[in-house]
């Protein structure tokens, strides 16, 4: 491990790189969130380009992406996939091939950012594959801007908000619980945050409903984290016991295993089983006093979250929005060549 090795390297799942590596972008976040702040220019990236293409839309990761190419110095060209030659469908008469778009584009830009999942995906685990193939042709990195399965870019926000706010995670409780929407929402970035967690020796622990479980795989990468880290990870279905003692509450909707076998109508009718899967101020009595909010955003507020719960002083979310623009800098930093 070394910084050296960050350079051209992808970031798809959270476990591509090692907590020794995140200590990296970490470290390298507080500096350029400290030249932010203080006013001083920092182009690390001048002249390079990162390609962005968005399957799926997005307020944070696009606007957050695009100013930190601006403030490096660079430049993010945002392209709707809906508009190139390109057909996922990858045979025949189909458009132009995974392959041949990634080879193209490695030719004009730097880095490539893709976010795939969703309603523009078939199956689970469908964005991912893309996401790979686009990085097994790709002569530059390709950062996974959310998937279907992992979003390391608010994984890496997430554990760097908590420890600006608290310091050394270890040992503290986190509580990811699945919460009631209508909006059915995809597993990345719990199934992220639970990850990140794990690695840095949290105590996690994931609360949801019966039919609710999240990716086995992706559990098991949990497990081992913790298990390696020192930490503790436990899936239960009692949302209310998993709160008592917490530090931090991440309250999210995400959908059942068998989303693109059922479709959204009867996600619907499974997720309307559990409207009380709400995070109330009643609720939050039960963490530790203070007990945080964490949220990825987007809120869905008065089903997710109670919109006081929203506001009070114990919600993180806006500073959690805001550490994206810095810890992707030091993504895109570290990925796309900043040494010299
Ligand atoms: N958290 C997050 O990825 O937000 P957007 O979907 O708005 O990009």
Not at 9 to 33: G, P, Q
Request: proline share 4%.
């Amino acid at each position: 491990m070394s910084w050296y090795d960050l350079k051209g390297r992808d970031l798809i799942s959270e476990v591509d790189w090692t907590k020794e590596e995140y200590d990296i972008a970490i470290k390298l976040t507080d500096h350029l969130k400290s030249m932010y702040y203080s006013g001083q220019p920092h182009p690390y990236l001048q002249y390079k380009t990162f390609a962005m293409m968005f399957f799926a839309s997005s307020t944070r990761t696009r606007m957050s992406f695009e100013t930190a190419m601006t403030q490096l110095g660079g430049h993010a060209q945002f392209i709707s996939p809906k508009t190139l030659r390109l057909s996922l469908e990858d045979k025949p008469g189909a458009g132009e091939t995974i392959k041949d778009t990634a080879k193209a584009m490695s030719r004009f830009c730097d880095g490539i950012g893709i976010r795939l999942l969703d309603d523009a995906i078939n199956y689970y685990g469908h964005g991912d594959a893309v996401i790979r193939k686009f990085a097994e042709f790709a002569d530059v990195p390709v950062i996974n801007m959310a998937s279907d399965i992992n979003h390391p870019c608010q994984s890496l926000t997430d554990i760097y908000t908590i420890m600006e706010k608290l310091g050394d995670p270890k040992g503290k409780k986190i509580v990811i619980t699945w919460a009631y929407s209508p909006w059915i929402r995809g597993r990345c970035s719990v199934q992220g945050t639970a990850l990140i967690a794990a690695m840095y020796g949290m105590e996690v622990v994931i609360a949801h409903p019966p039919e609710y479980d999240l990716d086995p795989k992706v559990m098991d990468q949990c497990r081992k984290l913790a298990s390696a880290s020192g930490g503790s990870f436990e899936i239960t279905n009692d949302m209310d016991k998993a709160l008592d003692g917490a530090t931090i509450v991440f309250p999210r909707n995400w959908y059942t295993g068998r989303r693109y076998e059922i479709g959204k109508d009867e996600e619907l009718k499974i997720a309307q089983k559990y409207r009380d899967w709400r995070y109330t101020a009643e609720r939050q009595k039960r963490l530790t006093n203070p007990g945080y909010l964490l949220h990825c955003m987007p809120v869905d507020r008065g089903n997710e979250v109670d919109p006081e719960v929203c506001d009070n002083d114990l919600s993180w979310i806006y500073d959690q929005a805001e550490n994206r623009l810095h810890t992707q800098k030091a993504i895109l930093t570290l990925t796309l060549g900043g040494r010299l």
